[in-house]
C-alpha cells in the first residue's frame, strides 16, 4: 500500500510555544490530506481537510488561527500548533488520498504541552 | 444515533480462532467501505477497501458489505496474537471523500 510518513513522531514543547508537525505522502501525489487528533481508547477526531494550494477546511469546533495548516505541494501538508497549552496534548494524526478513495494514514505524532 | 455503530469490545478469542467484526450505519449514501488496523500508539493501517456489495478476500481477510442492510463485516481467519490490535470501520461518499468512523472494537487473540 501507499506510504505516508509523519515527522517528529513525538515531540515535547513548552507552553506557549509553536509546533510544526510534517505529512508526506512518499511514492504518491496526493490531492488532498486530513488531520486528525485521537484522544485515548477514542475514535479519531476529524480537524480539518487540506487540498493542494488551497485553504484548509476546519471542522466545527477548531479553532483554525490555533492549528495552522499548510499544503504547499501535492506531497507535504503541515500542522502548526501555535502558543500551544497542556490541553493541546495528544496524539495528531496526518492522512492522505491519491486519485481514488483509499485514504492511507501517518504513524502519527505524540504531542506533549508541558 | 451515530451513523456508523460498531461494537467496542473488548473481544478476546484463542489463537487460531474465525473473528468477525461488525459495523451498521445508517446514511444509505455511504458508498466507500474501509478496515483499518490501528495497534497501539500508532496509526491506522488500511486492511480492506471495498465498494460495491458482496465479499472480497485478501489471504486471511475478509470484508464484506451488504448494502441493502447496512451492514459491513470483516472476518479473520486463523487469527494470531500479532492481529491483536483495536479494528476501525470507515465509509465515506462524494467528491470530499471524508471518512466517518466507527467506534473501533479492540480485539485481543490469545496464544
Not at chain 2, 478469542?13 to 451498521?24: D, F, K, Q
Not at chain 2, 488500511?46 to 465479499?55: F, H, K, Q, R, W
Not at chain 2, 451488504?66 to 481467519?77: C, E, G, H
Amino acid at each position: 500500500g501507499a506510504v505516508v510518513s509523519q515527522h517528529p513522531s513525538r515531540v515535547i514543547c513548552k507552553s506557549g510555544t509553536s509546533v510544526k508537525i510534517e505529512c508526506r505522502s512518499l511514492d504518491f501525489q496526493a490531492t488532498t490530506m486530513f488531520w486528525y487528533r485521537q484522544f485515548p481508547k477514542q475514535s479519531l477526531m476529524l480537524m480539518a481537510t487540506s487540498n493542494e494550494g488551497s485553504k484548509a477546511t476546519y471542522e466545527q469546533g477548531v479553532e483554525k488561527d490555533k492549528f495552522l495548516i499548510n499544503h504547499a505541494s501535492l506531497t507535504l501538508s503541515t500542522l502548526t500548533v501555535t502558543s500551544a497549552h497542556p490541553e493541546d496534548s495528544s496524539f495528531y494524526i496526518c492522512s492522505a488520498i491519491g486519485t481514488g478513495y483509499e485514504q492511507y494514514f501517518g504513524p502519527g505524532t505524540r504531542l506533549t504541552v508541558t | 444515533q451515530k451513523e456508523v455503530e460498531q461494537d467496542p469490545g473488548p473481544l478476546s478469542v484463542p489463537e487460531g480462532a474465525i473473528v468477525s467484526l461488525n459495523c451498521t450505519y445508517s446514511n444509505s449514501a455511504f458508498q466507500y467501505f474501509m478496515w483499518y488496523r490501528q495497534y497501539s500508539r500508532k496509526g491506522p493501517e488500511l486492511l480492506m477497501y471495498t465498494y460495491s456489495s458482496g465479499n472480497k478476500e485478501d489471504g486471511r481477510f475478509t470484508a464484506q458489505v451488504d448494502k441493502s442492510s447496512k451492514y459491513i463485516s470483516l472476518f479473520i481467519r486463523d487469527s494470531q496474537p500479532s492481529d491483536s490490535a483495536t479494528y476501525l470501520c470507515a465509509m465515506s461518499y462524494g467528491s470530499a471523500r471524508q471518512l466517518t468512523f466507527g467506534s473501533g472494537t479492540q480485539l485481543t487473540v490469545l496464544p
